[in-house]
């Protein structure tokens, strides 16, 4: 079985710093796109950022030259560095790897169980 286990949420004041880890755990062969996704209450979920096994990168264009993705592909770990915290960055987070797969011809993809990111004003 395949897990994605987040860590790093908590309560930070405007204007600071939070990072989020991600790694992958169980049997399983590679992982392609890792990425970050957030839920705010009564919003959908919508997406952070990406990046893929080589380092290709996107971002959403509200956090963009403030969230900073990463990845050790040998520690099949996703990083979020996320400065000059909002308000209305407050949401779970959510960790994803699109497609890890478990054998040469069967991919998943999975989903972590979110962190809450709490800015306050």
């Known amino acids: 079985q395949v897990q994605l286990v987040e860590s790093g949420g908590g309560v930070v004041q405007a204007g600071g710093s939070l990072r989020l880890s991600c790694v992958v755990s169980?049997?399983?062969?590679?992982?392609?796109?890792m990425g970050w996704y957030r839920q705010a209450p009564g919003n959908q979920r919508e997406l952070v950022a990406v990046i893929s096994r080589g380092g290709t990168i996107n971002y959403a264009d509200s956090v963009k030259g403030r969230f900073t993705i990463s990845r050790d592909n040998a520690k099949n770990t996703v990083y979020l560095q996320m400065n000059s915290l909002k308000p209305e960055d407050t949401a779970v987070y959510f960790c994803?790897?699109?497609?890890?797969?478990?054998?040469?011809?069967?991919?998943?993809?999975?989903w972590g169980q979110g962190t809450l990111v709490t800015v306050s004003s």
């Open positions: 994803n790897a699109n497609r890890v797969f478990i054998s040469n011809d069967r991919s998943l993809e999975v």
């Open positions: 169980g049997s399983f062969l590679i992982v392609n796109a």
